[in-house]
């Protein structure tokens, strides 16, 4: 059974806090793909989430769903394991390698995009509207001014194109998974988070294990790098998300991903000293106005108390 999508003001604190955790990804991940490998990064911060995770969760009784699921549920959520972090952690720590930090950026804007169409057809309350659309669409304008040239520059690589696709499948992985989130019936949602990691977890070591064999012992650096990223963006973020997701709806929580490269700029400018682009100022009124066109009625709703 579905739900109807219920926006409140902790919602919009979650998908802030969410914009602002995954903006700072991409630069770890870069420092993390210094000292391991792409597959076994994405294991890494998997194995460091769960384990995280299962601790929480069995501490507040390890129980998952209200009723036993059926097979169907059980298959769909072995889906959802592989959709939510195994495949796309895989694909976006590959196709890094190979593409501009800004391309990834888009990549993960195009989410909203991505999610707009399939909610239409497949989440009760979230019918595509000429308002949403238009606003979904002037805020991934200003992905694009903000991250400039940027974003489609090549790299030179010889796989690039094979990365830039390894990087939109990561992002459709996240647009179906937000769907198929939002359809599963009553379920705990720190158990959901769990599971869903555990799931990802048993996916994705054999396939490192397969393509890039046993890994040597990283540095003392490395290992802390790749912890972070799994009990912050990883642990922590997938428990907001899946929150988000459950209350809130899925094309709520893809206007995270318009987030993300402003707080990568910011974090950039504030953490390393990097310039702040003049284009940031005009890139963000015009995220901030497509947000506020697509969820517009959430907003008066909101401000109206």
Excluded at 115 to 126: D, I, M, R, S
Excluded at 160 to 170: F, H, K, N, P
Aim: hydrophobic share 55%; aromatic share 10%.
């Amino acid at each position: 059974m579905t739900q109807i999508s219920e926006i409140t003001a902790r919602s919009w604190i979650m998908v802030v806090l969410l914009g602002f955790t995954w903006g700072g990804t991409f630069l770890v991940t870069e420092i993390a793909l210094e000292g391991i490998t792409p597959f076994w990064l994405a294991a890494g911060r998997i194995a460091f989430a769960s384990i995280l995770m299962y601790a929480i969760w069995q501490a507040r009784g390890g129980k998952l769903f209200a009723e036993p699921p059926t097979q169907k549920t059980k298959i769909i959520m072995w889906i959802m394991g592989a959709l939510s972090s195994a495949i796309p952690f895989m694909l976006l720590a590959w196709g890094q390698q190979y593409v501009t930090g800004g391309f990834a950026g888009v990549s993960m804007a195009a989410i909203a995009l991505m999610v707009l169409p399939l909610a239409h057809f497949f989440v009760p309350g979230e019918r595509l509207s000429w308002r949403k659309s238009l606003g979904f669409l002037i805020g991934f304008c200003g992905v694009v001014i903000l991250l400039g040239a940027q974003a489609f520059e090549s790299t030179g690589a010889s796989l690039e194109t094979a990365g830039r696709l390894a990087c939109l499948t990561a992002a459709m992985c996240y647009g179906v998974n937000s769907i198929m989130m939002r359809r599963l019936p009553a379920v705990d949602t720190i158990g959901l988070s769990t599971v869903l990691l555990i799931m990802s977890a048993a996916i994705v070591i054999p396939i490192a294990l397969i393509v890039e064999g046993f890994p040597s012992m990283p540095s003392t650096k490395t290992m802390i790098v790749v912890a972070l990223l799994g009990l912050i963006p990883t642990a922590a973020a997938n428990f907001l998300r899946t929150l988000v997701i459950r209350s809130a709806g899925p094309v709520f929580m893809s206007i995270t991903n318009y987030q993300v490269p402003v707080w990568s700029v910011v974090l950039g400018a504030w953490l390393l000293g990097e310039p702040l682009p003049a284009s940031l100022i005009m890139a963000m009124v015009l995220i901030l106005a497509g947000v506020g066109l697509s969820q517009f009625g959430a907003l008066r709703k909101l401000f109206r108390g």
